[in-house]
């Protein structure tokens, strides 16, 4: 198990044995995913892209205030705030409209990214036995395609997803509604596993169909957003 050894519940000291699982995790639930979209449709593509940890804070969610992020107080930015991400979904919404602009790369497109995130947690607060980190990895699939797709993208990802949790996690898993529905949401569902207390649930991944990915110019069509968010240390803590 993790350590606390700053002796701070949120900040965790991962063993070898965790990292290496992490790492087991993260590339099952890449090629799941790869997988089952090209299953689909042939033509997906998914590329992994890297954003910095560090943002402006006016590009963050609105979400979000400052009770939620950690500002930096001698930012790169000149005298624009900046603070450290609280999701990594902007960085990769960034990058996947470069692509789609300047490149060759068309819809329909998974962008992805695994990577550390930053929240204060001033609310719930941050504990091991919640799972609940103010440091801590996410993995996040962007899919983006042409909102007359007729192919049941959500569905299938989510169905197959449900699977490989409970394979990874040796629980009981179950996709259940989320209590909050995010403004940039039309629907937005998670996967939660049975914890060892058979009473309790958690959630490992919300996955959401996005309405607020940028309509770039010269597309040939309309595009939209299927997104699953994993956590990946609430993976490799559950994980058997």
């Keep these: 198990m993790s350590y606390a050894l700053f002796g701070l519940s949120g900040l965790r000291f991962w063993t070898p044995e965790e990292v290496k699982r992490r790492g087991r995790i993260k590339d099952k639930l890449v090629d799941s995913v790869e997988s089952t979209l090209l ?14 940890l560090m943002m402006p804070r006016s590009a963050m969610s609105a ?18 705030e ?5 999701e990594t979904t902007h960085g990769t919404y960034e990058i996947a409209t470069k692509l789609l602009r300047d490149t060759s790369l068309r819809a329909p ?13 001033t609310n719930d607060g941050a504990t091991a036995a919640k799972h609940r980190y103010n440091e801590f990895y996410q993995l996040e699939f962007q899919c983006i ?33 989320s209590d909050r529905l995010p403004a940039y949401a039309t629907e937005t569902i998670d996967i939660e596993v049975l914890l060892d207390d058979g009473e309790e649930w958690r959630e490992v991944a919300s996955t959401s169909r996005r309405t607020d990915f940028p309509q770039i110019p010269g597309q040939k069509f309309e595009m939209t957003v299927f997104e699953v968010a994993f956590g990946l240390d609430r993976m490799t803590v559950l994980s058997r």
């Design 82 to 86: 900046w603070a450290l991400r609280a």
């Design 39 to 52: 299953d689909l449709n042939q033509m997906w593509r998914v590329l992994e892209v890297d954003a910095p």
């Design 109 to 121: 497109l998974c962008v992805y990214q695994a990577g550390k995130s930053f929240r204060r947690e």
């Design 63 to 80: 979400a979000y205030d400052n009770s939620d992020v950690f500002v930096l107080q001698d930012a790169p930015g000149g005298s624009e």
């Design 145 to 177: 395609y042409g909102t007359s797709t007729t192919a049941p993208v959500a569905e299938t990802l989510r169905t197959k997803l449900l699977d490989v949790v409970s394979s990874l996690t040796e629980r009981e898993t179950r996709l259940v509604e």
